[in-house]
């Protein structure tokens, strides 16, 4: 499965940093939910949050930039992954027809014609040509395994090979027309070919992993959380990849590779001591993963200038300027992490908590109530129980409270490097991110009534704005503040 990468967007790369679900409040401004009747009520900050935060080292501090120090390793640690998360977004599953019987987790290439089991049962000419594509020369494109045809269609195809015609037997669904739930049909399928998509060193997985235990008895509490069935993203290509904190990831890339599109491997663990205690069970116990393969994507094996042209759509034409770009944007990224882990807060500045509270709380009841705008106030206070506001508030504490400890290291640093967004720089960067919106997701604007770069600016919010462009300046300005050592 790809990964959907925010890289792409060079005017919104930074947004990556700041995963504290600010364009969260900025929406709940522009869903103008149902009435701020819903939200609890208080003196709301409508200055701009980041400049409202006066004197932001009351409430964070941080040590000298010249005290803060990051080793060039972590930056190129974050170089190849970002590298790798691209690759993988380039990949694609690629299937190699093979000449052997196929097997689940192949795509074979069929033409099929269906009938009735029962000769003396007429069918309406609809329901005749639905069960063929007989005069289809491309023929269809079926992985088995995939469940898109009706149940034991594919499985009845396992053994079969190319230029074979076999006939498979099966039964309509109850929920087909009338006319077929329910028939017993027989279906004459002709394999023009088969094809096979195989792990292999540059391959990127999506697993779903069942644990289980030799011993069942020994299965605690806290053991059990653990077993619990789990979707995995393996990255076989690249050596430093977890599979999961206890299972050696190199012995689950041996036991797959090789294995084909709804493969299966078992790997097996004996947990230490120091595992088993904190499992709360006996040593020696020995701990299996039973391993399915949903997915493969092989990826291209390194960028090249033709890959990157295309990625960033013509953005950037050759891979050294591309790499130059993950490098500076991950210098960046490893400056406001290495900020954030060394930020101290002491006294919340309740004014600008409250405003991020209350818009995280309508964006909750958002969430839960749905809109509500053409509800009663009855209506909607008998929706509002007690755990429904309970949830809200939750919701709203822990976002708040993240988002403002981003916003406040933010505010700091503008005071810090004496930065300030100027109204010009503002409105230049509005408008290329408008004209960006406008080129690459026009069906987005339209689907929200987007039409103007007012209309552009109310949807998201000033305060969402002007967070992300502040964000894009400051980083270069802190990048060089602050030291990279080897």
């Known amino acids: 499965m790809k990964k959907i990468l925010l890289l792409s967007a060079l005017l919104l790369c930074l947004t990556i940093i700041f995963t504290c679900c600010a364009s969260g409040s900025s929406e709940t401004e522009t869903k103008e939910q149902s009435d701020n009747t819903n939200a609890p009520s208080s003196s709301v900050v409508t200055r701009p949050v980041i400049t409202a935060y006066d004197n932001p080292s009351l409430y964070v501090s941080l040590p000298e930039f010249s005290q803060i120090n990051i080793n060039n390793s972590e930056v190129d640690k974050l170089v190849n992954e970002q590298l790798s998360l691209i690759l993988s977004a380039l990949g694609q599953t690629e299937y190699v027809q093979v000449h052997s019987p196929a097997i689940m987790g192949d795509s074979v290439n069929i033409n099929y014609t269906g009938r009735p089991a029962d000769p003396s049962v007429e069918l309406s000419q609809e329901s005749i040509d639905g069960m063929s594509n007989a005069d289809d020369e491309e023929g269809f494109d079926l992985v088995l395994g995939s469940g898109k045809f009706i149940p034991g269609f594919e499985e009845q195809l396992v053994g079969a090979s190319e230029n074979e015609t076999v006939s498979i037997e099966v039964t309509f669904p109850e929920s087909y027309t009338d006319e077929l739930k329910g028939l017993d049909v027989i279906f004459d399928v002709t394999i023009n070919s088969v094809s096979r998509v195989t792990v292999d060193e540059r391959s990127y997985l999506s697993l779903s992993v069942i644990y289980s235990l030799d011993d069942p008895s020994q299965q605690t509490g806290e053991l059990s959380d653990f077993m619990e069935m789990k979707t995995i993203e393996f990255d076989i290509s690249n050596e430093d990849a977890v599979f999961d904190t206890y ?92 900020v954030s882990e060394l930020a101290e807060f002491g006294e919340m500045a309740s004014d600008a908590y409250e405003y991020l509270y209350n818009a995280y709380y309508s964006d909750a009841l958002y969430q839960i109530l749905g809109d509500t705008s053409s509800m009663t106030q009855e209506e909607i206070d008998e929706m509002l129980t007690e755990d429904v506001k309970k949830q809200a508030q939750e919701y709203a504490d822990s976002n708040a409270i993240a988002e403002y400890r981003d916003r406040m290291i933010m505010a700091l640093l503008c005071e810090r490097l004496d930065f300030e967004l100027d109204q010009q720089t503002y409105e230049s960067k509005l408008k290329e991110l408008f004209d960006y919106y406008e080129s690459n997701y026009y069906i987005y604007l339209l689907y929200n009534g987007i039409s103007t770069i007012e209309d552009f600016e109310t949807f998201f919010g000033y305060e969402y704005l002007e967070f992300q462009f502040i964000s894009e300046e400051i980083m270069p300005l802190l990048v060089n503040a602050i030291n990279y050592v080897n």
């Open 247 to 338: 299972f050696d990831s190199a012995a689950v890339r041996v036991a797959l590779l090789g294995k084909n599109m709804y493969g299966t491997a078992s790997v097996e663990l004996t947990l230490t001591e120091e595992q088993a205690e904190k499992f709360g069970c006996d040593a020696a116990v020995k701990l299996k993963a039973m391993i399915t393969i949903d997915n493969i994507v092989t990826m291209p094996q390194e960028l090249t200038d033709e890959i990157v042209n295309e990625y960033t759509n013509g953005e950037y034409k050759t891979k050294e300027a591309f790499e130059k770009y993950i490098k500076d944007y991950c210098m960046q990224l490893a400056a406001y992490t290495k």
